[in-house]
């Protein structure tokens, strides 16, 4: 089965703007959790959704915000983007909560760039 | 700081020699996972080992767990080129109210062919 989608991979925005980032999870999973990649922090994580649900967050700004649909589906908004907002963010599924044991399956990421 | 630190932050080798990364974390939990991540790749579940668990194998990976010690270690045996790659331990832990899983700095393994 499809693995986990993100869309879209590359993006480049300018400071003060907004982006939405999508995750389509793997078929029939419920989970859907949302990290930062950045060479100095590592992976931080944002958020996590579970039926519909925010079930975890991190220590981010209220700039960062998620949901999840009925269908798995997430997305993900930052808005009034700062230069330090540049990173590659990624998104994992899971069939049950992440803090579960679950095994955690990645997407490729989508690379934010902000000028 | 992290919940989860690796230990190196690199390490070079040449190709069939076997490779540790150390992994130790602050608070108890309730499983310790392994993953890998290729430059700017999603990162890929490797093993994933619970607190009551000793030591698990998979193929060429073995991965022991000290819980007095609050510590992980990752060994590759036989190390290949394509091995080459960060690899991260991801701790499960409780904080304000919340379970949550969080990745270490990882740790930048280079086989050498």
């Known amino acids: 089965k499809a693995g986990v989608t993100q869309t879209p991979r590359y993006l480049i925005k300018t400071r003060g703007q907004q982006v939405t980032l999508s995750c389509s999870p793997i078929?029939?999973?419920?989970?859907v959790s949302w990290y930062q990649q950045t060479p100095g922090q590592g992976l931080q994580f944002l958020f996590e959704?579970?039926?519909?649900?925010?079930?975890n967050k991190g220590n981010f700004p209220g700039r960062f915000s998620g949901r999840q649909f009925s269908n798995s589906r997430s997305e993900m908004n930052v808005s009034t983007l700062e230069l330090g907002d540049s990173a590659l963010y990624l998104c994992?599924?899971?069939?049950?909560?992440?803090?579960?044991?679950?095994?955690?399956?990645f997407g490729e990421g989508s690379w934010l760039t902000v000028v | 700081s992290q919940q989860g630190e690796e230990d190196p932050q690199a390490l070079s080798i040449q190709e069939g020699e076997n490779a540790t990364m150390n992994c130790s974390y602050k608070?108890?939990?309730?499983?310790l996972q392994w993953y890998r991540q290729n430059s700017g790749r999603g990162l890929v579940h490797l093993i994933l080992i619970r607190s009551n668990e000793r030591e698990k194998h998979s193929g060429r990976l073995r991965v022991t767990l000290d819980t007095s010690k609050k510590s992980s270690s990752l060994l590759i045996t036989a190390s290949r080129a394509a091995d080459t790659a960060s690899y991260f331990c991801?701790?499960?832990?409780?904080?304000?109210?919340?379970?949550?899983?969080?990745f270490g700095i990882g740790t930048k393994l280079q086989v050498i062919p």
């Open positions: 608070t108890s939990i309730n499983n």
């Open positions: 991801a701790t499960d832990f409780h904080s304000g109210g919340y379970q949550k899983v969080t």
């Open positions: 994992a599924s899971s069939q049950g909560q992440t803090s579960s044991g679950n095994t955690i399956y």
């Open positions: 959704y579970f039926s519909e649900t925010q079930r």
């Open positions: 078929s029939g999973h419920r989970s």
